[in-house]
């Protein structure tokens, strides 16, 4: 990582911690402290993970304030962990829900919270049964711009039920925010 940030420097460097992606287990507080002693142009990282024990002590550090949440379906819990920061890629089409979950946690109404919290793990589930490709279909269903045609590998939703099952799903989970 010395390296990689080295090589990007004076351009901040930022360490993407993905453990179920990468299957590499260190825990995120280790790397980023050891970031912090040895990298000038270390700046933080997107903390797309589960355990929050970790992601806390990283919150702690000096460099807490640039500590990403990447996990969509945690929002919650990373916001009471103290997380302010949030890359995830259902924001782009789903924020009304996001900031509805926030606006809720905000008002000390935890009831409404895990609610609009719900309506967004149903969005991920969507995605996790259909596949990833799936995403570009639902942003292009809610925000009524056609996005064109998937990128290479990608394939995207070929088949006409499976988009149409994805419509109906969506709409089901709150018709007044996904709109289409």
């Known amino acids: 990582l010395k390296a990689v940030a080295e090589a990007c420097a004076p351009l901040p460097f930022f360490y993407y911690h993905f453990p179920d992606l990468t299957n590499v ?68 089409f789903i924020a009304p829900l996001i900031l509805r979950a926030q606006q809720a946690f905000e008002e000390s109404n935890m009831e409404d919270a895990r609610m609009y ?33 998937y990128r290479l590998p990608l394939v995207g939703i070929r088949d006409q039920a499976d988009a149409d099952c994805i419509a109906r799903r969506l709409q089901s989970i709150d018709s007044e925010v996904l709109k289409f």
């Open 25 to 92: 287990r260190f825990s995120c507080y280790s790397v980023c402290s050891a970031l912090a002693r040895s990298v000038p142009n270390f700046a933080g990282a997107k903390f797309t993970g589960y355990d929050f024990y970790d992601m806390r002590k990283c919150l702690a550090m000096d460099r807490g304030n640039n500590i990403a949440s990447g996990c969509d379906e945690v929002f919650l819990p990373a916001l009471a962990t103290g997380c302010t920061w949030f890359v995830g890629s259902t924001y782009n």
């Open 117 to 149: 919290q719900d309506k967004v793990n149903a969005v991920v589930d969507i995605i996790k049964e259909f596949g990833g490709d799936s995403q570009k279909h639902m942003m292009s269903l809610i925000s009524k711009i056609p996005l064109g045609p």
